[in-house]
């Protein structure tokens, strides 16, 4: 039950019809209040409209937010293919779950549904002068809504296929996952990644990317059979029908005919889902890179621009995995594997160092930032950027013709080298209690 949920979620965020569905209908029920208290109301009103006048009016706003709605349904799809084709397909998921976008195409649609049944309504039944009214109002209600939509439209639609648009959308999300339950365990212990001992071994009921986890009934599963529960698995990981995603330990004939139960809990679809997967976000932006650093585009100042991205997105994911939230244990047995720094700087990094390699540009602004993440003062991070500027060295080694180029780079990564040997010694006097200044 808890996996039909996730995927119904997953499913809605990303539908542009659910908006305009819900709008309709309330069109249609203003429609009907306005038979209905036509009835029971029989007292004077402010402005007496007659019926052709007020079918005049309607006709005009159907026949208008017809065109309206084609055209921004036609921008948006150009809007979709531009962004899939400037940064990643991943990214157009994106565009079709924007909020002002669902908003804007709800109310040019609902205005033009409330239209059409308004006037199949006057046609059909008759209306006294409060109807008439009532239809009146929502009319305004309407068209002032329309109105505002419109103006808002106007700009929006203007930003919406730019690569710039894509990449800060893609940024946002990033940074909305990283939440301390996400860059944690979700409450759950961290696993080490031994193989526990006398283990029930449990493989995903379909190939495909986890995006969620449901620790809390993972928990209270633990608690009825009385096992621990070590994940093998994050969401963003890649899973098959024989490998193992779960071990139930100890194991028993009870728990062997539990495994499906662990299965539901552990949600597997197609694609991944930026909801719960820190990664995905990061990987979208080295992939818009390696995009922007492709022969065809050569555009080496988006990939720049990204790299500064992925180093806020970086730093944030510092700042919460050193909060107390994102250590809080509170299902206590269940393990889930770590977040790695490593992993993080790998996705983000490795394209940009391969295809940009080439580009001294690029080449020293990745160096820059190796050594900005190493500033953090984060172990885990500074031994991975350490790690990735040799990679990165090596690929501009060969890659780069000129010297002066070569030494440029070399020169930056003395300085990721050198940032890193110090933070070690200043790692090493602050756990002895010492003092030290650099």
């Not at 990204?306 to 919460?320: K, N, S």
Request: aromatic share 8%; net charge negative.
């Amino acid at each position: 039950m808890w996996q039909i949920w996730v995927k119904i979620r997953v499913y809605l965020d990303e539908q542009l019809w659910i908006k305009p569905t819900f709008a309709s209908l309330g069109s249609v029920a203003v429609a009907a209040i306005a038979i209905w208290f036509g009835q029971l109301y029989r007292g004077p009103v402010p402005i007496e409209l007659s019926a052709d006048a007020l079918k005049s009016l309607l006709t005009i706003l159907a026949s208008s937010m017809l065109a309206v709605a084609t055209f921004s349904v036609s921008a948006v799809v150009t809007a979709v293919s531009s962004v899939s084709n400037s940064t990643t397909p991943r990214a157009s998921r994106l565009i079709l779950g924007d909020r002002t976008t669902q908003t804007v195409l709800a109310s040019f649609i609902a205005a033009f549904i409330y239209s059409m049944i308004a006037i199949l309504a006057l046609e059909a039944f008759s209306f006294d002068k409060v109807g008439r009214f009532i239809i009146f109002i929502g009319l305004v209600v309407i068209v002032g809504w329309v109105l505002a939509a419109f103006v808002r439209w106007i700009d929006h639609v203007t930003k919406l296929g730019r690569v710039e648009t894509g990449v800060e959308k893609i940024v946002t999300a990033a940074f909305a996952g990283v939440t301390p339950a996400n860059v944690g365990a979700w409450g759950a212990r961290i696993y080490d990644g031994s193989t526990p001992a006398a283990a029930a071994i449990v493989a995903a009921d379909r190939v495909g990317y986890v995006t969620h986890l449901h620790t809390k009934g993972l928990q209270d599963l633990a608690e009825d059979l009385d096992v621990d529960i070590y994940l093998t698995v994050r969401p963003g990981d890649f899973v098959d029908t024989r490998t193992p995603v779960a071990y139930l330990s100890p194991a028993s004939e009870r728990v062997r005919e539990s495994l499906a139960d662990v299965q539901a809990n552990i949600a597997v679809a197609a694609n991944r889902s930026q909801s719960n997967d820190v990664r995905f976000g990061i990987v979208m932006l080295a992939e818009t890179a390696d995009r922007a650093l492709s022969p065809g585009i050569n555009d080496p100042g988006t990939a720049i621009a990204i790299i500064g991205r992925e180093l806020e997105v970086l730093t944030r994911w510092a700042e919460v995995s050193a909060s107390e939230d994102a250590t809080d244990v509170v299902h206590d047995r269940v393990f889930v594997p770590p977040l790695k720094a490593g992993d993080l700087v790998r996705d983000g990094f490795t394209p940009i160092a391969r295809d940009g390699a080439g580009a001294v540009e690029v080449g020293i602004r990745l160096q820059k930032t190796l050594a900005a993440l190493v500033r953090l003062d984060n172990t885990a991070l500074t031994e991975a950027a350490v790690e990735m500027s040799a990679i990165a060295l090596e690929l501009a080694e060969r890659s780069l013709v000129a010297e002066q180029h070569k030494e440029r780079v070399r020169e930056a990564a003395s300085e990721v080298r050198r940032l890193a040997a110090t933070d070690c010694v200043a790692t090493r006097n602050r756990a002895a209690g010492e003092d030290v200044n650099f």
